[in-house]
């Protein structure tokens, strides 16, 4: 799971949510990681994966990273999008 910094809304719109539900697809697939089942929130997300490849840092890595150049560019401000590392 991971949240927006200071508890922002970073899922606050439908186009939001589908660009996360698409970043996590696209890294799902690329680092063969299985998405067993997601719960996406305004404010933060929670993941069940199954980490057969063993690049379970890397999948969240690529997930925040990706999600996060995607929230700057669409809603814009500075600084981190997301509360720190995955937990």
């Known amino acids: 799971m991971n949240r927006g910094h200071g508890g922002e809304k970073i899922f606050s719109g439908p186009d939001l949510k589908r660009a996360f ?3 996590m697809a696209e890294a799902s697939r690329k680092l ?19 980490n ?5 840092s890397e999948f969240f890595k690529h997930l ?9 560019k669409r809603i814009g401000g ?10």
Not at 38 to 45: A, F, G, I
Not at 64 to 72: A, H, L, Q, S
Not at 78 to 87: D, E, H, L
Request: proline content about 2%; hydrophobic content about 35%; charged content about 25%.
């Open 21 to 23: 539900l698409d970043i």
């Open 32 to 50: 063969k990681i299985r998405v067993i089942a997601y719960c996406l929130l305004d404010n933060h997300y929670h993941l069940a994966v199954e």
């Open 52 to 56: 057969g490849s063993g690049r379970f």
């Open 64 to 72: 925040n990273g990706r999600c996060g150049k995607y929230y700057r």
């Open 78 to 87: 500075k600084g981190p999008v997301f509360q720190g590392k995955f937990k």
